[in-house]
């Protein structure tokens, strides 16, 4: 048991425990209560007979024996006189000597049965040793053994993220270290954030789930942001070492909504606040191209420094050892039969697989990872074939396997980002007629664990794409069938279904996917009757009635669609539309009706523009609103009265020296307002020259995360020259225990 460290548990951890093991003790089941307003019980066992235990779990291994035995007997004691348990226990983490038992045990009486009730460190850490099986639940005890990892996460989300612990314990078993690993570790320690980048396939989300893993070994709190930032915000503890993991935080395979409601505002100061704080740290995923459009897009984003935080995973890194191992490791892995893994311990056989050009782990696993079928040929055949073709094991049940019904079901879940909650698929696939629940179920049935997988989150169920490599797969068959895609534009239920296949248009705003890309016009009657039809539905998952009508806009102007522009030009010429909106929705749609080519909107510019100012410049009443209207009107100075912004660059400057001054100086009658500064801070930065204008934000700055580093970000070593045929000894080494493999693995 020495191995074990009862400092690397929260207090729910802690009174998690403590519910096993005296559950296994007591051979009772025990009640646990949320913390705060317990009234002091943490666990309770009560019967028919008016039996009633009480255990009071205490973790203060921080604050020591005097303080708890004192706590004890102010606080928790006239609750318990109030209560009247027939036995009371306490279990705590600090060392309890024989006096302060005896203390406890006079006091409590005659709640406290015995002195054998009140447990100390050494009696818990006894208890555990009787009980084995306790510990195999509580897996944060064992987090010196990585290879016994299946929890290491916040467990006031445990229910919404045990999947991403099982994804981790599958990754580590597969995983192989490279230089990007050691490089992002590097970074993280530097920097405590790190935005790690490439293609698809590459090994971005493996990195990212080892990375969690190497912190939760080392006591880190693992904090899954599955959502957006405010899962950050609200797991926060100041006390903890947390590791934030954010996975393709900016989309999956295109640029999503993530950052929709000011949301890169929130993480660019989530970012800068990790910086600061050297118990955090935050590993965030996305694709190289996905980070460069959302750079494009967001201001906010397009401002800040990100090369001395980011790691670039690139396949050209890999060595051909590096290359055996990957192939090695899912081999060993798969559930595929015992022959054909053996089969790859052949060099004629393992060499067309490493030394092949478009060598990807991601296909590796994908081809490894699905069921054993002889028809497609052997698994040298099979893995060549799908490397020629990534797109190849996905084609061939797409095609032969699936109906036309599971096909529609894959097109509607594009069309709602590729994530959804089942209850919006089931509106937009059961308001069809010739779809009803038995065949919705069968559909998801059969694409479950292939194309898609299905799961909880906060009690809520979703599906979504199994992996990247679907999403990818899917888009190509919309390209390349428009009849799937017209179906569920003419059955649309959501403006979000229009919005996210727009997404894809070439010369979209929104638009950067370069052999993603879908030209949408033969579409165009479809598309204008969609978004007819949902433009002013009251369901919508993410746009206010601005963000629509500012992608309606686009799209109208884009596709020369008459009938959307006269509806859009009467939307906007209506007072008081504007005003509530998102602001950046609203900021778009001020350059949009400035710009666009119909003369009915471009007519009702000036009242978009005049309206939209207004909230920009005056809506916000907290401390920071000054700053935000100071942002947007720098944003839209083509639009803006030289003199109105002068008088907000007043405002906006006078308030930020002042800040700055209570930055570096403090003040006994005024305290800093984080949102206030953060906001104070994304102003100054406008400037090309803020260095020079408040000399004190170089420090602020810096602690913000915003570091010149050396140039070598790309990370690694550079490896010497190694002889092929020295290599190809090493690989065919690795490769030969294959032959070793029997049917238990």
Not at 29 to 34: D, G, K, N, Q
Request: proline share 3%.
């Amino acid at each position: 048991m020495d191995l074990m460290d009862l400092r690397k548990l929260t207090d729910f951890d802690f009174e998690c425990l403590c519910k096993d093991l005296f559950e296994a003790a007591l051979k009772i089941r025990l009640e646990i209560f949320t913390a705060g307003s317990d009234g002091g019980i943490d666990l309770r066992y009560m019967d028919r007979h008016g039996k009633k235990i009480i255990i009071q779990c205490k973790h203060w291994m921080k604050s020591g024996r005097a303080k708890l035995v004192q706590y004890m007997l102010n606080k928790e004691l006239p609750k318990v006189k109030i209560l009247k348990p027939t036995r009371y226990i306490i279990a705590s983490t600090v060392e309890m000597t024989t006096d302060a038992k005896d203390k406890l045990y006079a006091s409590f009486d005659p709640f406290i049965i015995s002195p054998s009730d009140i447990f100390g460190v050494d009696e818990l850490l006894s208890l555990i040793g009787d009980h084995p099986e306790v510990v195999r639940k509580h897996i944060r005890l064992w987090l010196n053994d990585v290879n016994m990892l299946e929890a290491a996460i916040s467990k006031n989300i445990l229910w919404r993220s045990m999947h991403f612990a099982d994804e981790i314990q599958e990754t580590l078993k597969t995983y192989v270290s490279t230089n990007s690993y050691r490089y992002a570790l590097k970074v993280l320690d530097t920097n405590h954030v790190c935005i790690i980048t490439g293609g698809p396939g590459v090994g971005k989300t493996s990195l990212a789930q080892v990375l969690s893993a190497y912190y939760a070994y080392s006591g880190y709190e693992l904090v899954e942001i599955s959502e957006n930032i405010e899962d950050a915000y609200r797991m926060w503890n100041a006390d903890a070492k947390q590791v934030f993991v954010y996975d393709d935080f900016l989309g999956q395979s295109t640029l999503e909504d993530k950052l929709y409601k000011n949301e890169d505002a929130r993480l660019i100061a989530l970012m800068r606040r990790i910086g600061r704080d050297p118990k955090k740290r935050f590993v965030c995923t996305t694709r190289s191209y996905i980070l460069a459009q959302g750079k494009n897009r967001y201001e906010r984003l397009d401002r800040e420094n990100f090369d001395p935080i980011t790691c670039v995973v690139d396949l050209d890194s890999y060595n051909r050892e590096t290359k055996a191992r990957i192939l090695y490791n899912h081999t060993f892995w798969s559930k595929w039969p015992t022959r054909e893994k053996a089969s790859l311990a052949q060099p004629e056989n393992y060499r067309k697989i490493i030394d092949h050009p478009n060598f990807n782990p991601r296909v590796i696993s994908d081809v490894l990872g699905t069921s054993y079928d002889s028809t497609w040929g052997d698994v040298t055949t099979q893995l060549s074939a799908s490397l020629d073709d990534p797109t190849h094991v996905w084609r061939h049940i797409f095609e032969n396997q699936l109906t036309e019904k599971e096909r529609t079901l894959l097109a509607t879940l594009f069309s709602l980002g590729g994530k959804s909650l089942l209850e919006d698929v089931k509106e937009a696939l059961l308001s069809q007629a010739d779809w009803d629940t038995p065949q919705l179920r069968r559909s998801l049935q059969i694409l479950d664990d292939t194309f898609i997988k299905i799961y909880y989150e906060q009690s809520r169920q979703y599906v979504e794409f199994n992996n990247p490599s679907v999403n990818d797969f899917v888009i190509r068959k919309m390209k390349d069938d428009s009849s799937l895609l017209r179906r569920v534009l003419l059955n649309a239920r959501s403006f979000d279904q229009v919005a996210n296949i727009w997404l894809y248009h070439p010369n979209s705003n929104t638009c950067d996917q370069g052999e993603l890309e879908i030209d949408l016009r033969p579409l165009s009657r479809e598309i204008e009757e969609a978004v007819l039809a949902t433009l002013d539905a009251s369901k919508d998952l993410t746009r206010g009635l601005v963000g629509r009508l500012a992608t309606a806009l686009d799209i109208s102007d884009k596709l020369s669609l008459p009938r959307l522009g006269e509806c859009i030009a009467v939307h906007i010429g209506k007072r008081g539309r504007i005003y509530d909106g998102q602001y950046e929705d609203i900021a778009d749609l001020i350059r949009a009706t400035a710009s666009s080519p119909n003369p009915q909107i471009r007519k009702h510019h000036r009242s978009v523009l005049m309206e939209g100012l207004s909230a920009l410049f005056n809506r916000d009443r907290s401390k920071k609103g000054v700053f935000i209207a100071a942002i947007y009107a720098h944003g839209l100075a083509k639009f803006v009265d030289e003199a109105i912004l002068r008088d907000i660059d007043d405002q906006a400057t006078m308030r930020a020296d002042y800040l700055m001054e209570l930055y570096e100086f403090g003040s006994l009658d005024d305290e800093l307002d984080d949102n206030e500064f953060t906001a104070a801070l994304e102003y100054m930065g406008i400037f090309s020259n803020f260095y020079d204008r408040w000399p004190g934000s170089n420090e602020a700055m810096d602690d913000y995360g915003i570091k010149a580093n050396s140039a070598d970000a790309e990370g690694g070593e550079e490896e010497d020259d190694v002889d092929p045929e020295w290599s190809d000894g090493l690989i065919y080494t690795i490769m030969s225990f294959l032959n070793q493999i029997d049917d238990q693995n």
